[in-house]
C-alpha cells in the first residue's frame, strides 16, 4: 500500500496559486474516497475537497469552492488540489486522507479509513 502527500506545499503571496498532489494505491481507491483537510494553528480539523473513485461526485468546503480544484489521475493513482486564488486564511497544514465514499454521495467530506499523508504546510502570506 502506498498513501503519502506529495509536492506542492509552501510559501505564496495572496492570489497566488498551488498544486497538492498525493498518491494512494489502487487499493485505496477501491474502498474509499480521497479527501483533502486542513488544520491551522487553533482551528479544528477542515473537510476542504474531497473526491469519489467511483463517480465523478465531488465535495468543496464553502470556503474554497471557486477557487480550488480537486482532480484524479487514474494512471498515475493521484489526487490533485489546485488551489488559485490563495488568501491567508488558507494557510494551514494540509492532509491528503482517505474519506467516506457515502460522505461525498450525501454531499459531506469527512476521514474515514484512518489513511492520511504526512501533511504539507501550506503558507499565504505577502
Known amino acids: 500500500l502506498r498513501f503519502s502527500s506529495g509536492s506542492g506545499g509552501g510559501l505564496v503571496q495572496p492570489g497566488g496559486s498551488l498544486r497538492l498532489s498525493c498518491v494512494a494505491s489502487?487499493?485505496?481507491?477501491?474502498?474509499?474516497?480521497i479527501g483533502w483537510f486542513r488544520q491551522a494553528p487553533g482551528k479544528e480539523r477542515e473537510g476542504v475537497s474531497c473526491?469519489?473513485?467511483?463517480?465523478?461526485?465531488?465535495y468543496y468546503a464553502d470556503s474554497v469552492l471557486g477557487r480550488f480544484t480537486i482532480s484524479r489521475d487514474n494512471d498515475k493513482n493521484t489526487v490533485y488540489l489546485q488551489m488559485n486564488g490563495l488568501k491567508p486564511e488558507d494557510t494551514a497544514v494540509y492532509y491528503c486522507?482517505?474519506?467516506?465514499?457515502?460522505?461525498?454521495?450525501?454531499?459531506?467530506?469527512?476521514?474515514?479509513?484512518?489513511?492520511w499523508g504526512q501533511g504539507t504546510l501550506v503558507t499565504v502570506s505577502s
Open positions: 473526491i469519489s473513485s467511483s463517480d465523478d461526485r465531488l
Open positions: 486522507a482517505t474519506a467516506s465514499k457515502k460522505g461525498v454521495q450525501d454531499g459531506t467530506c469527512f476521514p474515514h479509513g484512518n489513511w
Open positions: 489502487e487499493f485505496i481507491w477501491e474502498y474509499y474516497a
